[in-house]
């Protein structure tokens, strides 16, 4: 296992991609994986002003990163069959899945500090718990990007990209409307969704 | 309150998002069996075959 996570990050960071088209598909699922399993530990980390909330992040954070990766990823594919790149499904979603990976890892990287700030800061508790998620984002798109110019250096590929962060960032800020509070008991203007936002 | 419905109504599409959050990963789990399976065939085949003089 401890090999397979470590070619995981080779293959996050850009490096050597794996020879056998199994064993691509088999690290991309493992990706997804890993990054539930980070995604968690924020959770916990951003619930943590209560022990109820830090409980139900553990399961609401991987599932509201889940279920928007889910939202997302056929209309990325659709625009990938429209614009006629020479990009596959399985090679988008396996960059799709790496990327996730590596913005949950930011996030799990950035989580003790989430706690520590929430529980002693009354100012930069909450903004940092937002600003980590956004710098986790902003990672995971730019490793997806990087992803998939490595792969095919096509600019209709990248529409493709685009839609699909696009519409995974709109998916995200729904499902965690349906699942606030999130990050403290209180809550965000996020919890709101996209009425309250815009 | 979102998108004008009660917090019951809002409860319950969490729950269904949730069940079918639930699927995908067993579905992803079951992949993963399969393709890893794939994966140590295709290694196995790449030894034999660098193993092969002819």
């Known amino acids: 296992m401890q090999a397979r996570l470590s070619q995981l990050m080779t293959m996050t960071t850009g490096g050597e991609r794996p020879q056998s088209r199994a064993e691509e598909s088999m690290l991309a699922i493992l990706a997804i994986g890993a990054a539930l399993a980070l995604a968690s530990l924020w959770g916990v980390a951003a619930g943590s002003e209560s022990a109820q909330l830090a409980v139900a992040n553990a399961y609401k954070v991987p599932m509201v990163i889940l279920l928007s990766a889910l939202t ?127 | 309150m979102l998108g004008g419905h009660d917090a019951t109504y809002v409860r319950a599409v969490w729950l269904v998002a949730s069940a079918v959050g639930a699927l995908a990963l067993v579905v992803l789990a079951l992949l993963f069996r399969r393709v890893r399976a794939r994966a140590e065939l295709d290694e196995v085949e790449r030894v034999l075959a660098d193993d092969d003089p002819s």
């Open chain 1, 72 to 198: 997302a990823l056929p209309a990325g594919i659709v625009a990938l069959r429209l614009t006629n790149a020479r990009l596959g499904a399985a090679e988008l979603a396996g960059a799709f899945a790496t990327s996730i990976f590596g913005g949950t890892l930011v996030l799990a990287t950035l989580a003790p500090l989430v706690a520590i700030y929430y529980h002693t800061s009354s100012k930069a508790g909450l903004p940092l718990a937002l600003g980590s998620v956004f710098v986790a984002l902003a990672t995971a798109s730019l490793l997806f990007a990087r992803a998939v110019a490595r792969r095919v250096s096509e600019r209709k590929s990248l529409i493709a990209v685009g839609v699909l962060v696009a519409l995974f960032l709109a998916a995200l800020l729904q499902f965690v409307a349906l699942a606030a509070p999130i990050i403290g008991t209180h809550g965000t203007a996020f919890d709101g969704g996209f009425d309250r936002v815009f």
